[in-house]
């Protein structure tokens, strides 16, 4: 029998990679989501994929807040682990809104912690993020280095930390993984899959391949000054196929019956400047990126990446792909889908 895996949030961009890791990899695979920040036609693209797998994906579209319809399907199924990708991720929207913020991933984890003790569904793996370093006094960043929030989207990442750590102290039948991810870029190498995110991007990566594809005419350069070998900011950018097979190994360290609770950060160990990664999708996708140099974008730091000493030892994961491969396999997501999941000009 295979294991069934609650997956909230997998319409979205690491989600629906990590719905096709594991139906490849064997597993039932319910999926959750309000469809707020992605396209169901990611989940038929995974469906297509997965082949022979494809009927063991279902999909339920509504709010995690929804109490009602989250028992209801609580009560009707049962999961052997939640993976909980489901809340919103823009930084600086989380500062213009923040109530919004805590309202959807602080009030969307308590809905689903609820539901899973009330139906003893005790192993979670969820999202956290490289934001709870901050500004780094020292890098690598370990599990163990100082955390804090420095906007409303940091602190529910925070918090939910905390949530998640408290709920293990009160009940230590609860397994639990808090996943910090260093920066998620490229797409599923056949390019059926990839990041389409509404609006104007706020990641690096999504706003050079619409740059690229011709929606945008130059990428803007947050920062030239910085005490950085070329004077960008340097991060942690680890491909997303790596980054959902790290959910994979999560899951199989929730089986060993003497896991309690605890952080395991996913990167590759290795800081990349922005220049040397628009660098390297020039040379993937064989276009020009017309630059803009501007001023630091507040909040940012200036140095991020992740020690990954922890997750290789006890997860036994390892990120496999470099820049190079991130840097391809966005293009081709970006060339094959210029407007993302649309079929033609979005209006944004
Ligand atoms: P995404 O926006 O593509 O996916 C999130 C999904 O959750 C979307 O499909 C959205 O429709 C859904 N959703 C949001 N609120 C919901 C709710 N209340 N109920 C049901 N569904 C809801 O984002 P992503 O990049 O795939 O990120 C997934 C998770 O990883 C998020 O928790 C994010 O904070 C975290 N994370 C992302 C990054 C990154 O750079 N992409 C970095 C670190 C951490
Ligand atoms: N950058 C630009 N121009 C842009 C966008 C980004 O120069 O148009 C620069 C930034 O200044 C930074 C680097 O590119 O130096 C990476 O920026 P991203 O916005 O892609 O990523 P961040 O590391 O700033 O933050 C993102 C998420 C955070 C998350 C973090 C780690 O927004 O929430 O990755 O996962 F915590």
Redesign the pocket.
């Known amino acids: 029998m295979s294991l069934s895996i609650l997956v909230t949030g997998g319409a979205g961009y690491i989600g629906s990679h990590t719905v096709l890791q594991l139906l490849l990899g064997g597993y039932k695979v319910v999926v959750v989501d309000s469809l707020e920040n992605s396209s169901q036609i990611s989940l038929e693209r995974v469906r297509e994929f997965a082949q022979d797998h494809a009927p063991k994906l279902s999909f339920h579209q509504f709010d995690l807040r929804d109490r009602p319809a989250l028992e209801k399907l609580f009560a009707s199924e049962e999961f052997d682990a939640v993976i909980h990708f489901a809340g919103l ?1 823009a ?1 600086g929207e989380s500062v213009q809104k923040p109530l919004m913020y805590y309202d959807n991933n602080i009030i969307g984890l308590i809905a689903l912690l609820e539901a899973m003790a009330a139906h003893g569904c005790k192993k979670l793996v969820f999202s956290s ?3 709870v370093y901050g500004w780094p006094k020292v890098v690598p960043c370990n599990e163990e280095s100082p955390i804090c929030a420095l906007n409303p ?1 940091g602190s529910t990442k925070l918090f939910g930390e905390e949530m998640c750590r408290d709920v293990y102290k009160s009940d230590s039948t609860w397994k639990i993984i808090l996943l910090r ?3 998620p870029v490229g797409a599923h190498p056949s390019g059926a899959i990839g990041d389409d995110p509404r609006g104007i991007p ?4 999504p ?1 050079v391949q619409q740059v690229a594809v011709g929606r945008r005419p130059a ?5 030239t000054d910085y005490g950085t070998k070329d004077g ?2 340097v ?1 942690d950018y680890i491909h997303v196929v790596d980054l959902a097979d790290g959910h994979i190994a999560a899951l199989n360290k929730l089986s060993d019956p003497s896991f309690g609770c605890k952080v395991y950060n996913l990167g590759t160990g290795k800081g990349t400047s ?1 220049l040397e990664m628009v660098a390297a999708f020039e040379k993937a996708s064989g276009m020009k990126i017309p630059l803009v140099m501007a001023g630091r ?1 507040p909040g ?1 730091a200036e140095v ?1 990446y992740a020690s990954t000493e922890r997750a290789e030892r006890e997860l036994n994961w390892k990120a496999k792909y470099g820049i190079d491969e991130m840097c391809r396999d966005q293009w081709n997501w970006a060339s094959k889908n210029p407007y993302g999941y649309e079929p033609c000009v979005s209006t944004d």
């Open positions: 991720k930084v993020s490289a934001t989207y991810y260093f920066n706020n990641n690096l990566m706003f990428l803007t350069i947050y920062g960008t900011g991060r922005v974008r940012d991020v």
